[in-house]
């Protein structure tokens, strides 16, 4: 029997679809994360933009292309958020939330062999299953799962879920709710077997882990003599401070790149989208980060158009921009997500938004080839991750994405030479 696990949204997603593979391949079927023929379809969906939900219920459309027989199963955020839309659809059995999605196996392991395509006394047998896990607001508790199949030489370790910053934009804490954390020892222990090349840190909010009094600083002490690469996810702010960055300095093999998120570089905007910090301490923050690794990477997000968003707001975001040295930002237009406090406020007409993020994304681009020219003729390190167009493709340590001629099967030293493409062209050296 053949399934396939389809990701959309974010590496949170892509480590929960990894773990469903891997009970899928526990029990026995042949799993694949692309869109492919397969008798069982899981769609992983996302529901952070209203974009995302669009390509969530176009996912359902694109697996009967390939296989209009197909049993389908959708969990995710989008499944949370609006179960109806994909309930209803021809194909689909059962549709679960954004919780708990490893009783998705416990579920195809009730309905014992299966036959496809699925006959209607097979589908009556899962009444009731069609809604996603109701969310308990207090509900901390960590939700297990196998530890994922890795698909590259990066390994995404999960450490938290959920969320409690409930950012006026933002729709996710009412969908994976309160933020819950695994144990030191349960996360350093898949981090000191995962056997990648480099392992990655990662949650929906990875600044609010706890175990106990012990936070993110504490996890990476349990870690630092581990041989892979390590890196942390997206951060807050606030959990910048020297604890953190002196525990950082003591792994072996710490990645210096900071994903640090910004959204709005106003301060005037960022009080209206519920964050907690201002310009001025964002940007001591980065000062903090580059006083212990001097030539980090500092990447970002930011939101452009939120509807308070003035000319003169969006300006200061850019002032910002430029003063943080960015290495990448991922910059995307507002997007409404009913049920929030935003959702209340009068939209920015699209042709603005447009207009400043092609602005934006200008300048991030400028910024990046400025922040990567500076390594031309520096060793790096180099982290595989595909075969393209003659060239193996991955990322250093500071997350420039390098190419070098040729295959390369593991993790090596590199020389930058010049700018290539959406990186830098490197060549390898004959360190080790």
Known sequence: MKAVVFTLGCKV???ESGSLIAGLRERGWEVSDELVFADLYILNTCAVTGEAEKKSRQAIARVRAVNPHAAIVVCGCAAEKAPEAFSSREGVFLV???????????LLDG???????????????????SAPVSIDDTDTAYDDMLPPVSLKTRAFVKIQDGCNNFC????????RGRSRSRTIESAAAEILSCGAEEAVITGIDISSYRDGEAGLAELLEAVKDEKCRIRLGSLEVGVINE??????????DFAPQFHLSLQSGA???????????????????????RRYFPSAAITTDIIVGFPTETEAD??????????????????????RRTGTNAAKLKDLAPQIKKERLHRLMALAEELRKKYESGFIGKTLELVPEEQKDGYTVGYSENYIRLYVKGEVLSRRKVRAVGMFSDGMLAECTDEV
């Open 168 to 175: 006026s934009y933002c729709i996710i804490p009412y969908l």
């Open 111 to 129: 309905m014992g062999t299966m036959r496809f395509p699925l006959q209607k006394d097979e589908n009556a047998s899962f009444e009731g299953q």
């Open 243 to 252: 604890r953190l960055l002196e525990s950082a300095q003591r792994v072996r």
């Open 267 to 289: 301060d005037a905007v960022l009080k209206k989208m519920n964050r907690h910090y201002t310009r001025e301490q964002y940007l001591e923050k980065v000062s903090l980060i």
């Open 314 to 335: 969006f300006a200061d975001t850019l002032d910002l921009a430029r003063r943080a040295g960015f290495s990448h930002i991922h910059c995307f237009p507002y997007s």
């Open 96 to 106: 679960t939330g954004a919780r708990q999605k490893s009783k998705i196996l416990e």
């Open 13 to 15: 997603n892509g480590v």
